[in-house]
């Protein structure tokens, strides 16, 4: 029989020394929780395919699910990946920042083939979180970071949701508190074409446009489609009715507006403060054991495309995928 495993310390990310573990940790090719402003990331180094590996068991993710690097800004994005004009413009309006930008991966990029899923492309994405920033720092190169929960459940944004789900699988939990955006990062494409939106996040669609015209959508013409992109995702134990109006028997509500429930996003209507409070709201309802969650209609601009897009894919089917 093998032994218990021990779960792994929750240690306050603020301490330098605590940093300077952690990078050690990540060196050795260990697996290191860590804050970032948009969800809670699973840290590893991002050219150890055996460190990548050990990620992609500990969270049972499918390894046909690329993973975003995580690096400190365009100084160490130029080393990975063919940097357009483009890239340039949009990472000094939104790095460090809730954007990942999908680029032409150098060939001499240190980023092992798992990490990537074999793609000629790489996502990169620098987080804005001082406590991720100071560890890619002290690590000194980029980290593969995705979401610190079992694939397929709801990101954490508390470092206790991390441990509740991953703690007996990874070695060290940094804790920064919550985070503040509370959803993941917009993932858009810069490979040649129209740039294109390959998932709504914690940056709305119309600050992006801004700067590179309208985005297009995944699968048309001249566009990829995104790999990895699961139609079920995000998802809680209960069921999921979307657009409600109020609950039905067997069901928790979760509010938005002047729409009230047993929990609400957003009193106030606010769509930032409702994507910050989205996966715990989720959390606490699913821990109350009801078979069903059902959700009042949140608006569709800004960052509710985002949180409808999660939403959504809470809703899904488990077993369908695209
Ligand atoms: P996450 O699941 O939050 O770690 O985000 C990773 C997502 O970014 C994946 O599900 C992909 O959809 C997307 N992604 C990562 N790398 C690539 C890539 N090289 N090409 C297209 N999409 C990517
Ligand atoms: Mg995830």
């Not at 990942?100 to 001499?108: A, E, I, W």
């Not at 566009?223 to 067997?250: D, I």
């Amino acid at each position: 029989m093998s032994a218990p495993v021990k779960p792994a310390p929750i240690k306050p990310a603020s301490d330098p020394a605590v940093i300077e573990e952690a990078a050690a940790i990540l060196k050795a090719g260990g697996l290191v929780a860590m804050p970032t402003e948009t969800v809670y990331g699973l840290a590893a180094d991002a050219g150890n395919p055996d460190a990548v590996a050990r990620l992609y068991a500990a969270k049972g993710r499918p390894r046909f699910n690329p993973l975003i690097a995580h690096v400190a800004g365009p100084n160490m994005a130029w080393r990975l990946a063919g940097w357009p004009d483009l890239a340039d413009q949009l990472a000094e309006t939104f790095w460090p920042g809730p954007l990942t930008l999908v680029l032409p991966k150098r060939p001499d990029a240190p980023i092992a083939d798992i990490a990537n899923a074999g793609l000629d492309s790489i996502a990169l994405r620098a987080p804005r979180h001082a406590a991720a920033q100071a560890l890619i720092r002290a690590f000194d190169g980029p980290l593969v970071a995705p979401s610190a929960n079992p694939s397929g459940g709801i990101s954490p944004t508390t470092a206790q949701h991390v441990a509740d789900g991953l703690g007996e699988r990874i070695d060290l939990i940094l804790d920064g508190g919550a985070c503040p955006v509370g959803l993941e990062s917009t993932v858009i494409a810069l490979l040649g074409g129209t740039p294109t939106l390959l998932r709504p996040g914690g940056l709305a669609r119309r600050q992006i446009e801004a700067i590179t015209g309208r985005l297009a959508e995944p699968g048309s013409e001249d566009t990829l489609l995104a790999p990895g992109m699961m139609k079920s995702h995000y998802a809680p134990n209960a069921t999921m009715r979307l657009n409600a109006s109020a609950a039905e028997a067997g069901e928790v509500f979760l509010g938005f507006g002047p729409i009230n429930g047993d929990l609400n996003l957003s009193p106030g209507g606010d769509l930032a403060e409702a994507a910050t409070g989205l996966f715990a709201a989720l959390r606490a309802l699913d821990a109350r054991g009801a078979a069903r969650i059902a959700v009042a209609p949140i608006p569709d601009e800004g960052l509710g495309e985002a949180i409808n897009d999660r939403l959504q894919r809470a809703a899904a089917p488990k077993d369908d995928l695209i």
